[in-house]
């Protein structure tokens, strides 16, 4: 856990000299740090660049209430039922020891208003470091550094839910909404050991791209509940641009996960880059989805049969 705290503290030095910063340089300095080259906000073509034009125009004010680990699920309950939800153990402005010793095991804390911030309890945690690591969180102002806006408009708390996995963290869908279409879906395997990320289509044919981990070496096979996750995530995703809805499956039933308007805050490294541009060419942002005609279909873009829109 020393080791996630320099983490954590180096960024927290990072956002001091960040939350200096106008939104319009702070995000041209994150797009710049991050690729070399200033976004083109003028004129984005590339999904990178939309993308970062999308968090600076859109403050839409559903959008806190939504990423919001805790409050979502309200959201989530309405649209989908209480059976598509992970239980929440406890949530709260501060955890103590006595809260953790408490909590069934394996269970997983979070903070709820923040990225990457979780730890795992198990029977033989050390029950004061993890309060002290989790309560650490609550000073971190994410929305600071990518200039995420919903972020910082979440009251910060911390949560605990159940371990969902057996012996391992369980696979992670991620369906990319675009004007309430899935376009394809990301699937991370690993992601606590050996994380390792593919793209498949909703049809389930694989996709040729990369984006920061390696691919898994054979096809995974769809979920079992494939077809009611696509139609939840076109649910949970409608009236909005754009929306990652994440999702898991398991043996009984799928269960929701969270809600991203800003997938690795926009600043997504594929692999090839082109790809980058390829997509952002398959959507009409910032004009609305009936403002272009002719717009480059995914299908066309990502040299795939009709039949995998």
């Given at each position: 856990?020393?080791?996630?705290?320099?983490?954590?503290?180096?960024?927290?030095?990072?956002?001091?000299?960040?939350?200096?910063?106008?939104?319009?340089?702070?995000?041209?300095?994150?797009?710049?740090?991050?690729f070399g080259v200033l976004p083109n906000l003028?004129?984005?073509?590339?999904?990178?660049?939309?993308?970062?034009?999308?968090?600076?125009?859109?403050?839409?004010?559903?959008?806190?209430?939504?990423?919001?680990?805790?409050?979502?699920?309200?959201?989530?309950?309405?649209?989908?039922?209480?059976?598509?939800?992970?239980?929440?153990?406890?949530?709260?402005?501060?955890?103590?020891?006595?809260?953790?010793?408490?909590?069934?095991?394996?269970?997983?804390?979070?903070?709820?208003?923040?990225?990457?911030?979780?730890?795992?309890?198990?029977?033989?945690?050390?029950?004061?470091?993890?309060?002290?690591?989790?309560?650490?969180?609550?000073?971190?102002?994410?929305?600071?550094?990518?200039?995420?806006?919903?972020?910082?408009?979440?009251?910060?708390?911390?949560?605990?839910?159940?371990?969902?996995?057996?012996?391992?963290?369980?696979?992670?869908?991620?369906f990319w909404v675009f004007d309430g279409a899935?376009?394809?879906?990301?699937?991370?395997?690993?992601?606590?050991?050996?994380?390792?990320?593919?793209?498949?289509?909703?049809?389930?044919?694989?996709?040729?791209?990369?984006?920061?981990?390696?691919?898994?070496?054979?096809?995974?096979?769809?979920?079992?509940?494939?077809?009611?996750?696509?139609?939840?995530?076109?649910?949970?995703?409608?009236?909005?641009?754009?929306?990652?809805?994440?999702?898991?499956?398991?043996?009984?039933?799928?269960?929701?996960?969270?809600?991203?308007?800003?997938?690795?805050?926009?600043?997504?490294?594929?692999?090839?880059?082109?790809?980058?541009?390829?997509?952002?060419?398959?959507?009409?942002?910032?004009?609305?989805?009936?403002?272009?005609?002719?717009?480059?279909?995914?299908?066309d873009a990502f040299r795939l049969g009709e039949?995998?829109?």
């Amino acid at each position: 856990m020393a080791s996630n705290s320099l983490r954590w503290t180096a960024k927290r030095l990072y956002l001091e000299f960040m939350r200096r910063l106008p939104d319009r340089t702070a995000v041209d300095l994150d797009y710049l740090r991050v690729f070399g080259v200033l976004p083109n906000l003028a004129n984005p073509r590339r999904f990178s660049e939309k993308m970062q034009h999308l968090k600076l125009m859109l403050h839409d004010e559903r959008m806190p209430g939504l990423v919001d680990k805790v409050r979502v699920k309200d959201f989530v309950s309405t649209a989908l039922g209480e059976e598509w939800l992970i239980p929440t153990l406890w949530h709260g402005d501060r955890v103590t020891e006595d809260v953790l010793r408490n909590a069934p095991k394996p269970s997983v804390v979070k903070a709820n208003h923040s990225s990457a911030q979780i730890l795992f309890l198990h029977a033989n945690s050390n029950l004061k470091e993890a309060a002290d690591e989790a309560n650490s969180w609550l000073s971190y102002d994410h929305h600071v550094i990518h200039r995420e806006w919903a972020y910082g408009n979440v009251q910060r708390q911390i949560l605990i839910e159940p371990f969902i996995g057996e012996d391992k963290a369980p696979d992670d869908y991620k369906f990319w909404v675009f004007d309430g279409a899935v376009r394809f879906i990301q699937v991370d395997h690993g992601r606590f050991n050996n994380h390792t990320r593919q793209f498949y289509t909703p049809a389930w044919k694989r996709l040729d791209f990369r984006m920061n981990y390696p691919s898994t070496g054979p096809d995974t096979p769809p979920p079992p509940h494939l077809r009611q996750m696509l139609q939840a995530a076109r649910t949970l995703a409608n009236g909005f641009r754009f929306v990652r809805v994440d999702l898991y499956d398991t043996p009984d039933r799928p269960l929701f996960g969270e809600l991203t308007f800003a997938p690795e805050a926009g600043l997504c490294r594929f692999d090839p880059p082109e790809v980058d541009l390829r997509l952002g060419e398959t959507w009409s942002y910032p004009l609305s989805p009936n403002e272009v005609a002719n717009m480059r279909s995914f299908s066309d873009a990502f040299r795939l049969g009709e039949g995998s829109k």
